[in-house]
């Protein structure tokens, strides 16, 4: 199996697209190779992240009559910084017109473990073979395609920024605990006993928060978060509290879209 890692940087994101071509993939699929038989690759990407993908061109499931094609992806951490990652995986056909594709949960924390993405039962191997001109070139090779969006670590310049920064920093982060009840926040995360209340459309700046809250139900106040450190999270909420030209930095107010500016906020953020 071979692997094509490209790579496009929308700061603070690393978007690695991989494609794999799995040649003779319809070889795999006839007896006597059997369920659970696999087609492994390894690849690396930027930022100390490497992973595995494994492709079962018929299942991994002996409890079932038909064959599903299905894919294990793992990827691991090298360093202990803090990583967040999420994974989509598509399969596309030749003319571009029809894809076949599944998106993963909301960002995982990768530190120094292995990760797991598992797609069984990703689409059924026998409409692959049917649709042989639409998903499979004239030698059987199958592409797959990856989608690995990577949250990097903060560089030096931002944690300069941020040292510069902590005076803000730090008054946000007693504002977001909200003990006097001035702020009216309307969304609150919940990582194990921790919980951190935020506004919506401030948080909406930072990529990662955007992804949750669009996976999330929009009636729904509390948002539950299993695979996050707390105080990770509680960084990504100021930061995106610092980017945001919906609050002043200087009279710490959210203010509520097509309200007068206050302070200065105008000249100095952009409100």
Known sequence: MSVKVTQSIQKPLLINNIEF??????????????????IQSDF????????????YPRGTDDDIFENWLSIVTSVRSKTDSDIYAKLDVSLRSFDGLETIEKLSPDYRLLHSREEVWDMSKFTS???????????????????????LTVHLDRSANTWISSICNQPIRSRLRQMLRNKSGEQHFDVMFTIGKWHFEAHRRVIKCNPILRSILQRSDPQSRLIDLPNFRPESFANLIIDSYIQSNLFCKKCFIYRVKGTPPCCDAKTKYGC
């Open 44 to 55: 690396e990407i930027q930022g100390g992240i490497e992973g595995t993908i494994r492709v």
């Open 125 to 147: 191997t026998e409409s692959v073979l049917q649709q042989w001109e639409k998903f499979l070139d004239s030698c059987g090779t199958l592409k797959l395609n990856l989608t």
């Open 21 to 38: 071509a799995v040649e003779t993939f319809s070889f795999f699929c006839l007896h006597p190779k059997s369920r659970h038989y696999c």
